[in-house]
């Protein structure tokens, strides 16, 4: 169980970790600035995150939790119940709603890591991808399919859809790249 100060603190990090990186390019969000700006020691921000990785993944978990509750028990179609294409799709249309939302955060994060293959958040999406996509499509490679979905999000071009506004576009590309992959 999380004390009450040290919960307050996470808060108020995260919190001014947000605040920052909304007026600051990434390389201007030390962990020194986070620390003032959140009213706590340096060390209280480096001992809760250990790096400016770790902090912006905790950012970005704390986005992304939603989204892990509607996939696992959520209603169809993002949740179980739906068929797998159609589960498919409303994960990538709910990923770019969550980044469109999320811009400078997920930004940041991608900035930041150095590991991506290996977070907790792909591991996770990998593994919900590719077994929507092994249902689906059996014959398919299941496995390099869904690294290479889930790596056209990590791109400076759909960072570029993202601000200049062409989300729906980007969402509908995907929609209809997902379809054509599992006919």
Do not use: C
């Amino acid at each position: 169980m999380e004390r009450a100060d040290a919960a307050r603190n996470r808060r108020a990090i995260l919190r001014a970790a947000e605040e920052l990186l909304a007026s600051h390019d990434l390389a201007e969000v030390s962990m020194d600035r986070v620390a003032a700006a959140a009213g706590v020691g340096k060390g209280t921000v480096f001992h809760r995150f250990g790096n400016r990785e770790g902090l912006m993944r905790a950012l970005v978990e704390s986005r992304v939790q939603a989204l892990s509750d509607a996939v696992s028990s959520g209603p169809p179609p993002l949740g179980p119940g739906a068929p797998p294409a159609s589960r498919l799709a409303a994960f990538f249309d709910a990923v770019v709603e969550l980044a469109t939302r999320n811009v400078k955060v997920m930004a940041a994060f991608e900035q930041a890591s150095t590991d991506r293959l290996n977070s907790p958040i792909y591991v996770s999406w990998h593994a919900h991808v590719a077994g929507l996509i092994a249902s689906a499509t059996p014959s398919l490679d299941a496995d390099l399919t869904a690294h290479l979905l889930l790596g056209s999000l990590h791109s400076d071009l759909m960072l570029q859809f993202l601000k200049t506004g062409e989300t729906d576009r980007l969402a509908s590309g995907l929609r209809s790249m997902i379809a054509t992959l599992l006919r």
